[in-house]
């Protein structure tokens, strides 16, 4: 790569806005894996979807790299640029474009943060439901390329549940509008599917159209302390049966502890080795009602030893940062990450094979496990012990995930169930999806990209 192919680029499309100080390289380049070092070629922030098509034929035309980038709060280094690639940066494409009162669907460009998407659908007296903690700078087009879940997937579904349409431009440079907000639309293969979750490695999505719905019911939070394991799971099942959960997340000692570290507050007097917070429409009393016989009769069976029910707005925010406050209170270690799932029924199972194994491997570090336990998603962080050798924990992280693989394949999970595959992951993507399945995906990759310019070297 050199200047001159940069400089063709300012030559077609003037009004470009590029960026090339090393400030930028830096900032653009990375996500929060914070593992490799950026050294993109420059950053284009494009304004148009024309302007992005234009990128897309000269990347081709001179084999450059594209990494397309949105909030770059990703974790598995799905938007990393570490080689010379172009970083195509949609932050200066965030506006909504469009609403439909009757389709009840909200037209935006990828770089709207997700928290702007909620603020736009409610001003519309609509919900956009997808949520999780990075709302306030993860960007809607990343949402789409890792068909993001989060903290209310147990009632709405990941992203791809809520994306109408949807306008990319393709690694060959071509412009699709994918079924353009249709319900109903048999007309063969969803191409608009084969997007969402592709980490950039197809194209670019240029615009979507999101589904919205009514807003929820008055919800109602509760944490609970819950003495050991296998309780989890009997408390999400008392918890399910009888209430209309919107969330169901747990977390251990260890997580509450980095987390209060991070100012958070620890509502009970003690500690419990587990914790879940769980969220439910409360509208009615006959419903707050249950949730406490819900707590009763756990606290009977020894599921649970205590309860907080928050009593206002302020204190359901609190007990939501214990959980959502823990990825950033960890951020500091640079903790190597898992993000993986099994079916709801393989949970309790799978609970105990994985304890068992990240006992034996990793006798003396700090493991924090927390996560979407309601959908079978856990998250286990491994915190890097002070003075050890980054490179060295790395390399001992990666050895037992071999090893988590195997566990995984045992009860039928994966070893990434929301963050994507990127650099992170991939000596592992065979784990969970046969070698056929790998060599039909890349066929498709290639369909879309023949010159295999976007995003190369992540998730194959
Ligand atoms: C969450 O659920 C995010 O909080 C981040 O998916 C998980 O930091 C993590 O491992
Ligand atoms: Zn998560």
């Known amino acids: 790569m050199n200047t001159s192919t940069l400089d063709a680029l300012r030559q077609a499309l003037p009004g470009l806005k590029l960026l090339s100080e090393p400030a930028d390289l830096e900032h653009y380049g990375r996500d929060w894996t914070r593992r490799w070092t950026p050294a993109p070629l420059a950053i284009a922030l494009p304004a148009t979807a024309e302007e992005i098509q234009a990128v897309v034929r000269w990347a081709n035309l001179h084999g450059v790299a594209i990494v397309p980038s949105g909030g770059r709060t990703g974790l598995s280094g799905g938007a990393v640029a570490a080689n010379g690639e172009l970083v195509v940066s949609l932050e200066r494409m965030n506006r909504v474009v469009g609403f439909d009162a009757?389709?009840?669907?909200?037209?935006?460009?990828?770089?709207?943060?997700?928290?702007?998407?909620?603020?736009?659908?409610?001003?519309?007296?609509?919900?956009?439901?997808?949520?999780?903690?990075?709302?306030?700078?993860?960007?809607?087009?990343?949402?789409?390329?890792?068909?993001?879940?989060?903290?209310?997937?147990?009632?709405?579904?990941?992203?791809?549940?809520?994306?109408?349409?949807?306008?990319?431009?393709?690694?060959?440079?071509?412009?699709?509008?994918?079924?353009?907000?249709?319900?109903?639309?048999?007309?063969?293969?969803?191409?608009?599917?084969?997007?969402?979750?592709?980490?950039?490695?197809?194209?670019?999505?240029?615009?979507?159209?999101?589904?919205?719905?009514?807003?929820?019911?008055?919800?109602?939070?509760?944490?609970?302390?819950?003495?050991?394991m296998d309780a989890l799971m009997q408390v999400f099942g008392a918890c399910r049966s009888r209430l209309t959960l919107s969330a169901f997340e747990f977390f251990t000692d260890r997580a509450l502890h980095h987390v209060v570290a991070h100012g958070a507050q620890n509502p009970f007097a003690g500690i419990s080795p587990y914790y879940v917070v769980t969220e439910f429409d409360a509208e009615q009393e006959a419903q707050q009602t249950e949730a406490l016989a819900v707590f009763e009769y756990c606290l009977e069976?020894?599921?649970?030893?205590?309860?907080?029910?928050?009593?206002?707005?302020?204190?359901?925010?609190?007990?939501?940062?214990?959980?959502?406050?823990?990825?950033?209170?960890?951020?500091?270690?640079?903790?190597?990450?898992?993000?993986?799932?099994?079916?709801?029924?393989?949970?309790?199972?799978?609970?105990?094979?994985?304890?068992?194994?990240?006992?034996?491997?990793y006798p003396d570090f700090d493991v924090v496990w927390f996560g979407h336990i309601g959908d079978g998603n856990l998250h286990i962080n491994i915190v890097k012990p002070d003075g050890y050798d980054y490179a060295a924990f790395i390399a001992e992280c990666e050895r037992v995930t071999e090893r988590l693989c195997e566990v995984l394949q045992v009860h039928g999970g994966s070893i990434s169930a929301e963050h994507g595959i990127g650099l992170v992951k991939k000596p592992y993507l065979g784990s969970a999806r046969s070698a056929e399945e790998i060599a039909l995906m890349r066929g498709i990759r290639t369909v879309f990209d023949p010159n295999g310019i976007m995003n190369p070297g992540k998730l194959f």
């Open 301 to 361: 069976r020894g599921w649970v030893t205590d309860g907080v029910i928050a009593q206002s707005e302020a204190q359901a925010k609190s007990l939501w940062r214990l959980r959502e406050g823990i990825t950033e209170s960890l951020a500091p270690h640079k903790p190597y990450k898992n993000d993986i799932s099994v079916r709801i029924a393989a949970v309790p199972g799978f609970l105990h094979d994985m304890q068992a194994l990240l006992s034996r491997e």
């Open 102 to 228: 009757v389709d009840r669907t909200l037209t935006v460009q990828p770089g709207i943060a997700l928290e702007a998407v909620h603020n736009a659908a409610r001003e519309r007296g609509l919900i956009y439901p997808v949520d999780f903690g990075a709302r306030g700078s993860c960007q809607i087009g990343g949402n789409i390329a890792t068909n993001a879940g989060g903290i209310r997937v147990i009632r709405y579904g990941n992203t791809r549940n809520w994306i109408a349409g949807l306008d990319v431009i393709t690694g060959s440079g071509e412009r699709l509008s994918l079924n353009r907000g249709l319900i109903k639309n048999a007309t063969g293969y969803d191409l608009r599917h084969l997007f969402i979750g592709s980490e950039g490695t197809l194209g670019i999505v240029v615009e979507a159209t999101l589904a919205l719905t009514d807003a929820p019911p008055p919800s109602q939070v509760l944490l609970f302390a819950v003495p050991h």
